[in-house]
């Protein structure tokens, strides 16, 4: 039955098969969607800015709802008693503080934050340089290359582990931990069991990992950022031990498949968009609009989910303390009543109009991503020098397999000519 609250009609499945889908209730989660989610999105979002997911979770759709719930401190990360309903088998505090509410949340962000300055970014662009220029030397030598396997996967991993002081012989396994924990970013309602579980187990793995790092930077401090937070102190306060486990193994996570993915997507949009591909070519200078651009267009993190910390409106509806929303990010990147023509991918978007919405990619409020800078750093860089350098640069084959995750979206390989 409709919610027409304050006259705005909020569909559950059963009415949304009837009103808009000829060929069933909304799929756009499902894996024959994975490879062009967006025009279920659009038809979703075109229907009702609230949707009743068959789980019982409300799905927020559109750019102005989105944002009211990202900025508002009483749309929490779990609920009052520090649960968070999507993963339920976590206590609160056996979490990364991305995971937290304030008050916890503003004091572990501020001690984190700390080894992220404006300045520690800077520092780490002639790292990313290398890091990309080595790449692509590589994969312009083999002229045929899997583009995540050979860059768009080895560039944020080996960029966050020499941050973080990750040796290379174990950095292969810190990226299965971190793609498994990609996976885990999806809601637990919309998980399978085997994956809740090695979702679980990943956490272990990388948390004893860390535990034996931490230990040894104790002893013998690097300039890497986990010497950097075993040393954070503000006004008498420090991270905890298990404050550092889980914001060592949330950097790992956070700082590396997102990256792939707007690597990977993105660079398979500029193949579909030639066009867009030979004007970023003739103007590098338009690097960072052109990398706004895509992240409005190919969100890293296609969906976010909060808890209403007491009776909240959103949309015409009422949200019962406690009661958990899931917010459509790559839906809201595209709302045509925020963004024109937003379908279409215009890397000139962003350098044509100074104040053109901003992309909710990175969230926005008090949990904007801690590490956005760094993630566009590498875009940029990595964007610009694969453009460059690859005059070729096109599709091998039409078939692409994908991943299963929903939240952090991309596909498994990307064949790619180069020269």
């Given at each position: 039955m409709a919610d027409t609250t304050s006259g705005t009609a909020v569909l559950d499945s059963d009415e949304l098969d009837r009103n808009i889908f000829d060929d069933g209730v909304f799929d756009g989660f499902e894996p024959h969607r994975r490879g062009d989610p967006y025009p279920r999105y659009r038809a979703l979002q075109d229907a009702t800015p609230l949707y009743k997911l068959p789980e019982g979770v409300y799905l927020a759709t559109r750019y102005h709802d989105c944002v009211s719930v990202l900025t508002e401190a009483k749309w929490g990360r779990a609920d009052v008693n520090g649960v968070n309903p999507f993963a339920p088998e976590y206590k609160i505090e056996n979490l990364p503080f991305l995971w937290h509410d304030p008050p916890d949340h503003t004091r572990l962000r501020r001690l984190v934050s700390k080894a992220f300055t404006p300045r520690a970014v800077a520092g780490w662009r002639p790292l990313v340089e290398r890091t990309v220029t080595r790449l692509l030397d590589d994969a312009l030598a083999a002229g045929e290359v899997d583009l995540v396997e050979a860059f768009a996967y080895p560039l944020p991993l080996i960029v966050i582990s020499e941050l973080l002081g990750v040796p290379e012989a174990d950095r292969a396994q810190v990226g299965r931990w971190s793609s498994i924990l990609g996976r885990g970013v999806d809601p637990g309602l919309l998980l399978p069991p085997d994956d809740i579980a090695a979702r679980a187990q990943a956490m272990r793995d990388g948390v004893a990992y860390f535990r034996e790092l931490i230990a040894r930077r104790r002893v013998e401090p690097t300039d890497d950022i986990v010497s950097e937070l075993v040393a954070v102190e503000e006004q008498g306060d420090v991270l905890s031990e298990l404050e550092l486990l889980n914001t060592c193994v949330m950097l790992l996570n956070a700082g590396f498949e997102t990256t792939v993915s707007v690597l990977a997507n993105g660079t398979l949009?500029?193949?579909?968009?030639?066009?867009?591909?030979?004007?970023?070519?003739?103007?590098?200078?338009?690097?960072?609009?052109?990398?706004?651009?895509?992240?409005?267009?190919?969100?890293?993190?296609?969906?976010?989910?909060?808890?209403?910390?007491?009776?909240?409106?959103?949309?015409?509806?009422?949200?019962?303390?406690?009661?958990?929303?899931?917010?459509l990010i790559a839906s809201a990147n595209r709302d045509p009543d925020v963004f024109a023509d937003p379908d279409r991918l215009d890397i000139t978007r962003y350098g044509r109009q100074a104040a053109a919405p901003s992309v909710l990619s990175f969230g926005k409020g008090i949990h904007f991503c801690l590490g956005a800078a760094l993630a566009r750093l590498e875009l940029e860089i990595g964007f610009d020098q694969l453009i460059r350098r690859s005059p070729g640069l096109a599709q091998v084959g039409d078939e692409l397999s994908w991943l299963d995750n929903i939240s952090l979206r991309r596909m498994r390989a990307l064949p790619v000519r180069l020269r």
């Open positions: 949009a500029l193949m579909r968009n030639p066009a867009q591909l030979r004007l970023w070519r003739a103007n590098p200078d338009i690097a960072t609009a052109a990398v706004e651009e895509l992240l409005r267009y190919e969100p890293p993190l296609q969906i976010t989910t909060r808890v209403a910390h007491e009776e909240m409106e959103l949309a015409g509806r009422t949200f019962a303390a406690g009661e958990s929303l899931v917010l």
